[in-house]
């Protein structure tokens, strides 16, 4: 063959190639038709969810487990659950999974990670542009427009935090088959501009436990209103529901695992799956809304709320809502880590059964901002009506249809999403050019020291930049200047709240919480910088004190000024020697 002819060839084999008609997916009209079944009325199936695709090599929910999500019956624990996401893995290269971290019972907490094949394979250089989008001290402007040209919406869905609210580790799964597999426009379109995240279980001690309860009781009962306990007595190792109250100390494994996913990808938008309120609340709030959150973010919060009621409007679906449940102040909710670092933070509240029975549920006294769930409002165009069969399946169309439209809106604004996140880095970096107080001093001398430097690592642990002055008058203390990405989280931790006594609604959760305060450590509230950079030093450690005991001596004096450490000394000292005996005394009378 001349070097013509192998042109020639090439060229028909090219043609060839592209008058091949695209062969149009198969669908599993089995899952489709279940779907149907296990949708109590029509009013509740959503256009978005009702194609199932039919993957010759990616198993569906129905192929692995044998019964679709939202069947009536079944409900899955985490190793079933993570063993599906595993399958999913190994068969497609769109997902990853990775383990964060470990619960207080061992058990692991794991991140899904999905998109097209060529993000995922880059995945690392998608995070490094949004770790340098976060920081604009190191990032001017034209660099910063270069990153949001070529960046994506990183969007993270987090799964199970309450584990009474069943539905959403079961609709993840749904979820991540069908962002896997179906090459529709929207799905694609998805894929081609967004990293979705998921954690599908962030609470995995208490939703093995509260499966187990299930399976073993509440699934035998048919009235919802039985008096039965429809959750285990107890499901968090040491915290209960309020594992999302957490988000200020950040002392268990599920709040250290949705900080590390939030400081590894800066996810332009966080969504917390909840369930309580029929038949779907999207977070926006009623206010008074905390003065420290951007203005940006709040926009943020309506804009994207008003796009997902505008999609399930289209779709037909009722009783979507926003603005009457919740306040949008205290900043301690696990999802708030992206409120309170220049993403958006958000939650939905769909209706679940704490199982996967059906029952009829009476809506009829439910209110919420002091309107019936049932009454028509400016911000509930098409109101539930009073009586509702509902079923898991229900919980599952609406969680999913809200999320896909979520997920829409990330890819159709990728730029904007990513400008914003710059945006409000920028405006925290210029806090103190505008505000009265520039910096705030932890002195070295403290009545308390071990909780001044428990304070310095708290703040730490919110990304919080902390210096410490190293030499002159002011030696050894701590400096938190407020020109830096989180200036105004740092505002906000160490400064009163005023919480409006005119507020039209009593405040959802606490009022107030000056970390300061709360510790009883002396912060100085200062209106100039009063340091340059080459007299301090970054903190990049965990900050200790330690004290000592001085001197050869049988009896020692320890000087009490309530310092919040004294008992565990005093155990100490037992256990250092079992003849140690202590003694208050005022030392004035001696
Ligand atoms: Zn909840």
């Known amino acids: 063959m001349n070097k013509k002819s192998i042109l020639l060839h090439t060229f028909c084999l090219v043609v060839l190639v592209n008058i091949l008609p695209l062969k149009a997916q198969e669908r599993d009209l089995t899952y489709e038709e279940q779907i149907k079944a296990f949708t109590t009325d029509e009013r ?128 993840l799964m749904e979820l991540a088959y069908r962002l896997l597999t179906d090459d529709s426009e929207a799905i694609k379109h998805i894929r081609e501009n967004v990293i979705v995240l998921i954690n599908p279980v962030s609470e995995p001690d208490g939703r093995d436990k509260q499966v187990d309860w299930y399976h073993r009781y509440t699934k035998f009962r048919s009235e919802w209103d039985d008096g039965f306990p429809r959750s285990t007595p107890y499901w968090g190792k040491y915290v209960f529901h309020d594992n999302n109250r957490d988000g200020l100390q950040i002392t268990q494994a599920i709040t250290k695992n949705i900080f590390k996913i939030y400081y590894h990808w800066h996810p332009n938008v966080m969504l917390d799956l909840h369930e309580s309120v029929p038949l779907l609340y999207i977070s926006t709030g009623t206010g008074p809304y905390n003065e420290n959150v951007d203005p940006i973010t709040v926009g943020e919060w309506q804009t994207i709320a008003n796009y997902e009621m505008t999609s399930l409007a289209a779709q037909g679906l009722p009783g979507v809502f926003h603005w009457a449940f919740y306040d949008g102040w205290w900043p301690g909710y696990g999802v708030w880590v992206a409120n309170t670092h220049n993403s958006v933070g ?84 210029r806090f103190a050019e505008k505000n009265k107080i520039k910096q705030f001093t932890i002195p070295a001398a403290q009545r308390d020291p071990s909780m001044a430097a428990y304070l310095v690592n708290q703040l730490r642990a919110q990304g919080i930049e902390v210096h410490q002055v190293l030499e002159g008058e002011a030696v050894g203390s701590y400096l938190i200047k407020l020109d830096q990405p989180y200036s105004k989280l740092a505002y906000d931790l160490l400064t009163e709240q005023n919480y409006p006594k005119e507020a039209k609604f009593p405040p959802y959760d606490a009022i107030a919480w000056t970390l300061s305060m709360l510790y009883g450590v002396d912060v100085e509230k200062n209106e100039a910088f009063t ?24 009896n020692y004096v320890l000087d009490y000024n309530a310092q919040s450490k004294t008992l565990s000394a005093l155990y100490a000292l037992k256990q250092y020697s079992k003849n140690a005996k202590a003694y208050t005394s005022d030392l004035s009378l001696l």
């Open 531 to 554: 340091h340059s950079p080459a007299e301090l030093e970054l903190i990049t450690e965990e900050v200790r004190y330690e004290a000592k005991a001085t001197g050869e001596a049988t």
């Open 44 to 171: 509740f199936y959503p256009a978005s969810i009702a194609q199932i695709i039919d993957h010759p090599t990616i198993p569906s929910p129905l192929k692995h487990f044998g019964t679709i999500i939202g069947a009536p019956g079944v409900m899955h624990n985490t190793s079933e659950i993570y063993g599906y996401y595993q399958a999913l893995a190994a068969a497609s290269d769109r997902l990853m999974i990775q383990q964060m971290g470990t619960s207080e019972e061992g058990r692991a907490i794991h991140l899904v990670m999905i998109s097209n094949e060529t993000t995922l394979a880059n995945a690392d250089s998608y995070k490094a542009m949004l770790a340098e989008l976060a920081d604009p001290r190191k990032t001017p402007s034209d660099r910063a427009e270069e990153l949001i040209k070529n960046g994506k919406s990183v969007y993270y869905l987090n799964g199970g935090m309450h584990s009474t609210e069943m539905g959403s580790p079961e609709m």
């Open 346 to 429: 958000r939650f939905y509240e769909t209706f679940g059964n704490a199982g996967a029975n059906t029952y009829l549920r009476d809506l009829t006294k439910s209110k919420y901002a002091g309107d019936n769930v049932t009454s028509r409002e400016w911000y509930r165009p098409d109101p539930a009506s009073g009586m509702v069969n509902w079923s898991a399946r229900n919980n599952t169309n609406y969680m999913q249809a809200g999320v896909l439209a979520s997920l829409t809106y990330a890819a159709d604004n990728r730029e904007g999403l990513l400008k914003n996140f710059y945006q409000k880095g920028v405006n925290n970096t």
